[in-house]
């Protein structure tokens, strides 16, 4: 793509076809093993004005892209409610460009300087040529911004080989094309001067210095002048090269290609996808600071010996909070990063994070174990365990490793790989003397020339210039603090009114000696600087139980539009006094949640306090409710105490938004619930739980599901309500069962069916009933499951619910069929399948379908079986019922291993094996591993005997049936 695309397979040209097939074929590239949205497709393809049939005419420029691909070499996915270009990245050229940079500025000089060769040869053209994209052009764009990059990067090691004299034509041509460039400018000029030509030297800067001054009113920057001082002086250790540290550490990152185009044309990133991907190679670091400036010594101890393979090396980094610890460990974790190519692991521990526990160390190897393939079902409860199997884990991987934010060397030690090749940096506001490391960097406030160019690069070199002193003195008030510094530069940078001196004397005013980080005397001076709207939006903030918000949350709590809220929230943005971490979400810094909180407690009505946690709850509990209205639309919705019920909420108007809305929310849901319960808030925990009940349910978040309703059930007995704690009691019953802790589930059903029968709640008692008799079935105790499920129909038809009685006759037939009384079952779910269509709930739908599956798998009618079970997948994955999913591949995979096609069986089966690990399900796992034993008895006994053996395991522990009929079998 560095030139006209171009698919070379082989040693033949492949032609991929027109314009707009090539456009698309060019964002797929660009956007390679990455999910790309249908909708984002169409825009960046058509330029945001697709035609009527976009859609389509995108489906078969895939389509043929896909014939003209060879598979083997990669693949056009269908995923997540868009496309993915799979394959290997280094087979295309922006990628492969790329990555040598990455390796160059990680290597010494003479291994350096061939890396940047290598990529610069790479270039055939200007990128895309032949294609007028707007998207593409901007992609364009940053490309050659990287290009540049590369080119001044690899004229500085070039310079320091003293190659100066091959560099000038190169230097001279370049400048012409980018006559404002002073890093440029300056490299022609020590060019120029070590090739004996001090006067062009001197010429070449006057011509930048007049033109800066002409075109932006600027005069050069401190680097530039100071060159041009030495040559002035002619400074003796100008005419030598320089000695060169042992990594290249560029002065600040040049920007990403993703960088630039995604922040020019990007939405809202796409939603997490309901599967996780592979480990290999996964890289959860950060996005690198864009300001880091200097720790030179700090990086090159940090990256010495990166390529030693014989050692796991430890870095601990401690120091004050706001000195840059975690800039320090990102930035050279992301020039580490080639050197460990199995993976970049970042975990925030947590150790001094405002409104948090520090992670446990078990918590901690949980997160580290599943980062790497692990299913959470295979992670031992006991942390010796857990160690040791993260010890070999990681042994004989290439892991780059940045713990965040430690709490103490107690913490950390169970988290270090044990065996060579792996490296670990630490962070922690503590020295972590205890901890067996390889080197500790004890982080001191910078130098004042690093403090001193970290202020000029946010505000500009002229106006440090022109105030030497105050500037000075605001670095001294600020503690030469760099999270201060960028504070109040970023203040200063956007009040051109203003002089450093100004800002000198505000600081002084507030006696900042007397606060040792300095920290919040910016943080205050910052508050105090804002309108009084925005004041109250940023002590309010403080008080949200969650990590991030967005418009809407913020229009009800302020009790205002949407568009208000979004000025807002921009300006603290601008202002950073929030962060955006992408498009449309907001959270804050740490360190600045922490005194929004204090300035709420200090400043806040205690009136106002209440009301505002009150809006946030409402909020939540009014949105979560709307949102289980699209995706369980016949199921009992019970009045909510909603005091506060917002003007504005997101678009929830189909399915997948509501489900879509709970996801990103769900770390957010959580939260509010525990701050709910643990505030005595009773009402909205236990309401909190039945509205959100059936998403958990659905997208198999059993633990939230279990723990949220632990909080609410004890939330409904200290209210000591009847209703709440009938159904907080049957919902954490069901929640208990998908657990596998059978007599907990069967404990709480009880319970809750004494509390229904006891209140004359008949809705609740048929629904608990029809729980029980879904377990009376898997337990083989079938007379008992057609009494509960006959009563459970009886009492819906009391009160006239149409889903209950859907859900009561599905359950009938399947019951039936267990019994062997075929006609009966078909009969019976084809009732409970037209039901659920008058309610329109997709869910029901599924799960009617897949019942009628099994009994025609039963009969023999196996093409009949197959063509519901596909139904119900396909409605399963429309509404993202994860758990549903993964029985209807097992269930595919039981019913082509009837009709004889054991291939299939295997592949639904394994499919479904991957799925039930990822959702912890047991009992579809040990259905998975049954149905692959069965299908490859014969041809691979050796892993049918495993299987089977797992799936013996499970169906004992969980004391089903199975667990006999299966150990029965002969060996």
Not at 38 to 46: G, I
Not at 123 to 150: I, K, Q, S
Not at 410 to 423: E, F, I, K
Not at 925 to 945: K, S
Request: negative net charge; contains cysteine.
């Amino acid at each position: 793509m560095l030139g006209e695309i171009e698919v070379i397979l082989g040693d033949r040209e492949i032609d991929v076809g027109p314009a707009r097939r090539r456009c698309v074929l060019a964002v797929l590239l660009v956007e390679a093993n990455r999910v790309v949205p249908v909708e984002e497709l169409v825009r960046r393809v058509w330029d945001g004005a697709p035609p009527a049939k976009a859609t389509a005419s995108l489906r078969s420029h895939l389509s043929r892209l896909r014939m003209a691909l060879m598979p083997e070499a990669c693949a056009i996915v269908r995923r997540s409610g868009g496309y993915v270009l799979t394959m290997d990245e280094s087979a295309v050229d922006i990628h492969h460009f790329r990555r040598l940079l990455l390796q160059a500025r990680t290597a010494g000089d003479d291994k350096a300087a061939e890396l940047f060769e290598e990529a610069l040869r790479l270039w055939r053209g200007e990128p895309f040529a032949g294609l007028d994209n707007p998207w593409l052009a901007a992609v364009r764009e940053a490309v050659r911004a990287e290009r540049l990059a590369a080119e001044l990067d690899y004229h500085d090691i070039e310079l320091r080989r003293g190659r100066h004299g091959r560099l000038l034509a190169t230097l001279w041509a370049r400048a012409q094309e980018h006559p404002l460039n002073e890093r440029l400018a300056a490299q022609l000029m020590l060019a120029l001067y070590r090739d004996g030509r001090p006067a062009d030297a001197l010429a070449c800067y006057q011509r930048i210095r007049d033109r800066l001054v002409d075109e932006l009113g600027a005069d050069p920057g401190l680097d530039l002048t100071r060159l041009h001082h030495r040559i002035l002086t002619a400074d003796p250790t100008l005419t030598a090269p320089a000695p060169r540290p042992r990594a290249l550490v560029p002065a600040a990152p040049e920007p990403s290609l993703h960088a630039f185009a995604l922040a020019r044309f990007a939405p809202p990133a796409p939603e997490a996808p309901a599967h996780p991907t592979p480990a290999t190679g996964r890289s959860d670091l950060p996005r690198d600071v864009s300001h880091f400036t200097g720790r030179t010594e700090e990086l090159c101890r940090l990256l010495d010996d990166a390529g030693d393979v014989t050692s796991a090396p430890v870095f601990a980094i401690d120091g004050m909070a706001g000195v840059g610890k975690t800039a320090l460990a990102v930035h050279a974790a992301h020039r580490l990063g080639v050197r460990y190519p199995d993976g970049s692991l970042f975990l925030d521990l947590h150790g001094h994070t405002p409104g948090h526990e520090p992670l446990t160390s078990g918590a901690a190897l949980d997160k580290l174990l599943r980062a790497t393939g692990m299913p959470g079902a295979e992670i031992p409860d006991d942390l010796d365990e857990r160690a040791a199997l993260w010890r070999a884990r990681s042994a004989g991987r290439r892991l780059l490793l940045v713990l965040d934010n430690a709490a103490d060397s107690s913490q950390v030690r169970p988290l270090l790989p044990g065996a060579p090749g792996c490296r670990v940096l630490v962070t922690s506001r503590r020295r972590l003397v205890e901890l067996d490391t390889t080197a500790t960097l004890s982080l001191d406030v910078p130098p004042l020339d690093e403090a001193l160019a970290l202020f000029a690069r946010v505000i500009g070199d002229s106006r440090v210039r022109a105030e030497p002193a105050a500037a000075g003195e605001v670095l001294g008030l600020c503690g030469r603090l760099p999270l201060a510094i960028g504070m109040v530069a970023a203040r200063l940078r956007s009040r051109p009114a203003w002089t450093v001196g100004h800002l000198s004397r505000r600081l002084r005013e507030e006696r900042l000696a007397e606060i040792a980080t300095g920290v919040a005397a910016a943080f205050t001076m910052s508050y105090e600087h804002l309108v009084p709207d925005q004041r109250r939006l940023f002590r309010l903030l403080g008080m949200h139980p969650g990590a991030d918000c967005d418009a809407h949350l913020v229009a009800a709590l302020l009790a205002t539009d949407l568009n208000e809220a979004e000025r807002l929230l921009e300006q603290l943005v601008d202002l950073h006094l929030l962060q955006q971490p992408r498009p449309g979400r907001y959270r804050f810094h740490d360190l600045l949640r922490e005194h929004a909180r204090s300035i709420a407690r200090a400043e806040e009505p205690e009136a106002s306090h209440h009301e505002s946690l009150l809006r946030i709850l409402d909020y939540f509990l009014f949105t979560a409710a709307r949102a289980r209205r699209r995706f369980a639309p016949g199921q009992r919705r019970l009045p909510l105490d909603i005091t506060h019920p917002p003007a504005h909420v997101p678009p929830l108007d189909d399915h997948s938004r509501a489900i879509a809305w709970c996801e990103t929310e769900a770390t957010n849901l959580t939260a509010v619930i525990d701050h709910a319960a643990e505030h005595g808030r009773h009402t909205h925990t236990w309401q909190f739980a039945h509205v959100l009940q059936h998403f958990f349910d659905i997208r198999g978040r059993t633990d939230d599901w279990v723990s949220t309703h632990r909080r609410a059930l004890a939330a409904a007995d200290a209210l000591d309500d009847p209703q709440a704690q009938a159904e907080t009691t049957r919902s954490l019953g069901v929640a208990y069962w998908h657990a596998g802790r059978y007599e907990e589930a069967l404990a709480h059903g009880t319970r809750s069916l004494d509390l229904c029968r006891r209140i004359g709640d008949r809705w609740g008692e048929a629904t608990t009933l029809v729980g029980f008799g879904v377990a009376y079935r898997a337990m083989g105790a079938l007379t008992e499951a057609f009494d509960c499920f006959e009563q459970a129909l009886d009492l819906y038809d009391e009160v006239d619910a149409t889903w209950g009685r859907a859900l009561a006759l599905t359950n009938l037939g399947i019951a039936c069929s267990d019994a062997g009384r075929h006609d009966e079952a078909v009969i019976r779910g084809t009732q409970g399948l037209d039901l659920y269509g008058t309610t329109e709930d997709k869910w029901g739908e599924a799960l009617a379908l897949t019942s009628l599956g099994i009994t025609y798998r039963r009969t023999g009618r196996f093409q009949l079986s197959l063509a519901h079970h596909e139904r119900a997948l396909r409605l399963n994955r429309e509404i993202g019922d994860v758990r549903a999913e993964c029985k209807v591949l097992n269930d595919l995979g039981h019913t082509h291993h009837a009709a004889g096609q054991r291939a299939h069986a295997e592949a639904y089966h394994r499919r479904a094996l991957a799925l039930a690990l990822a959702l912890d399900d047991l009992y579809q796992r040990a259905q998975a591993h049954e149905g692959i034993g069965e299908a490859t008895l014969t041809t691979a006994p050796d892993t049918a005997y495993h299987h089977l053996r797992d799936a013996l395991t499970i169906y004992t522990w969980l004391g089903v049936p199975q667990a006999a009929s299966l150990s029965d079998r002969p060996r």
